[in-house]
């Protein structure tokens, strides 16, 4: 066990030796970027708490290990400067992790990062894949703030690529992001009020939704009584295995090509939500591994 506070560590380095990216399944990449904060803050030190907390995983999750497939850390990335210049060296390392043949797991940092990660699949040669979404908010404003790159935009960012995208558990959103949602095709949803009273664990994707999925988890679609950990908490959430579930049930269905947890802000002190948000990255990776065997 190493101590909490000490940085630049890698994913359950107590357990595990460094892979490889080459022959690693998994690459975890860190992206501690905050720069649009509607709300609460603290989504930068998200990356490094959860690769601290990572330590007291076990290697067995519960129904397989992860782990044997190989787990690789890649350096944190520089959030220094600009908007388009993190998202230009978020995509520059997706696409690296894609060319050694290893799956993005990307920490953040603020629901922006997603927008580089799929660039990375983008300049990559991958195109032909859907995302689907677990969030409190839609994020499909045009811009937030005058700021097309804000957090609340993500999404909208990404649909605007031509990327079909299927949305979980959203409970706050505009007239705008309602009227986006009506006029494009390619936008779905399960809304949390869909989902939460009747504890729905398994969605249906559309027939024409890609094989191919990235999936990106808001921390804040989970219920606050789980994470209370981010910036902008709504009540009504998912629950833990309902989250499971949900992936689960999309992994069964397409093939996931990567995933990324957003948005996470520690709570000094609180150190069981550092915990949670390793444990539920881990949780997918064995989720992901079940479903290729
Ligand atoms: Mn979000």
Redo the contacts with the bound molecule.
């Keep these: 066990m190493q101590s909490r506070s000490s940085d630049n560590t890698i994913f359950l380095a107590s357990e595990i030796e460094q892979a490889p990216i080459e022959q690693a399944a998994f690459s975890v990449l860190p992206v501690p970027y905050e720069k649009t904060v509607s709300y609460g803050g603290g989504t930068a030190l998200g990356p490094a708490a959860i690769l601290n907390a990572s330590e007291q995983l076990e290697t067995w999750d519960g129904k397989s290990n992860p782990s044997a497939l190989g787990i690789h850390t890649c350096d944190t990335v520089n959030c220094q400067g600009d908007a388009a210049q993190v998202i230009e060296r978020i995509a520059n390392a997706v696409t690296h992790i894609l060319a050694s043949g290893s799956m993005p797991v990307v920490l953040g940092g603020?629901?922006t990062v997603?927008y580089g990660v799929i660039k990375g699949y983008l300049d990559a040669g991958i195109s032909d894949f859907g995302v689907v979404?677990i969030?409190?908010?839609a994020?499909l404003r045009d811009a937030y703030e005058g700021d097309p790159y804000s957090?609340?935009s993500?999404?909208k960012r990404v649909v605007d690529e031509g990327i079909p995208l299927y949305q979980l558990g959203i409970r706050a959103y505009c007239d705008e992001e309602r009227n986006t949602r009506e006029q494009n095709p390619h936008i779905h949803f399960a809304d949390a009020d869909d989902l939460v009273p009747d504890n729905q664990q398994s969605i249906q994707l559309p027939a024409n939704f890609p094989q191919k999925v990235f999936f990106?988890v808001?921390v804040?679609?989970l219920d606050p009584s789980v994470f209370p950990s981010t910036g902008?908490p709504v009540p009504g959430g998912l629950s833990w295995y309902q989250t499971l579930k949900l992936f689960e049930s999309v992994a069964k269905q397409r093939e996931i090509i990567g995933f990324d947890i957003?948005?996470f802000a520690p709570i000094d002190g609180f150190h069981a939500y550092d915990f949670s948000a390793a444990l539920l990255t881990y949780k997918l990776m064995g989720i992901v591994q079940r479903q290729s065997n």
């Design positions: 603020e629901h997603t979404q969030d409190a908010h994020d957090h609340a993500v999404m990106t808001d804040d679609g902008t957003m948005e």
